[in-house]
């Protein structure tokens, strides 16, 4: 943070805290923790039904349709929107529940096989398509880059998420907002930072090797 010459309260850190146990949940809370990240829908539920208010839930892996009212209302913010039929299920829902669900659009920038989220080129007509769901609003985007310590690649994929940002915000889309840049993890949050992240998703340099 000090490099990318940013202060350090402009960079919202999520604790990813999956397969994490309440008790170290509760440790990292009291330690100053304000915002934790699940991958798993049953997860996100199970420590909201303990924990509730006392942190902000974040959704950040993929998302399946069916799943969606089990975690409505209790996601601050979804990092995974990633296809029209989940759109369309998240404003049916908080439709129904009279709430507004934040999501971020998951952009698989590198296009990599094993990773859900859309192309960059796809991204602008896929928010042309989903304006007219009136409960979600967009916030931002989100990316999870290559697992690789090629830093020229990283910083391509961050750069590029960042100007694709740049070219939504340029649009003034009615209702949708580019306040959040979420990328980096523990493997290379420090360059997602340098490169405009405002959103870190970090696990294992918090928690330690995770125990699957
Ligand atoms: C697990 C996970 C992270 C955190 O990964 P670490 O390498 O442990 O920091 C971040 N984002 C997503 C989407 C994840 O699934």
Do not use: C, W
Request: glycine share 8%; net charge neutral; hydrophobic share 40%.
């Amino acid at each position: 943070m000090i490099k990318s010459g940013r202060a350090g309260d402009e960079v919202q850190l999520i604790a990813v805290t999956k397969t994490v146990d309440i008790h170290r949940i509760n440790e990292a809370i009291a330690a100053g923790i304000t915002s934790i990240g699940e991958n798993r829908t049953n997860e996100l539920e199970e420590k909201y039904n303990v924990l509730g208010n006392k942190v902000d839930f974040h959704m950040i892996g993929h998302l399946q349709t069916n799943k969606v009212k089990n975690i409505i209302g209790k996601a601050k913010l979804i990092h995974s929107l990633d296809r029209i039929s989940l759109a369309k299920e998240l404003d049916k829902r908080s439709k129904r529940n009279n709430i507004i669900t934040d999501v971020l659009i998951q952009v698989n920038v590198a296009e990599e096989e094993s990773k859900f989220g859309l192309r960059v080129n796809d991204v602008l007509y896929f928010i042309e398509d989903i304006l007219e769901f009136t409960n979600i609003r967009i916030r931002g985007l989100m990316t999870i880059a290559p697992y690789t310590d090629d830093k020229a690649l990283l910083r391509n994929v961050f750069r590029s998420l960042y100007k694709l940002r740049e070219d939504i915000k340029g649009r003034k889309y009615e209702g949708v907002s580019m306040d959040y840049l979420s990328m980096g993890m523990s493997n290379d949050f420090e360059l997602a930072i340098e490169e405009g992240s405002n959103m870190v998703r970090i696990g294992s340099s918090i928690f330690g090797k995770r125990n699957y």
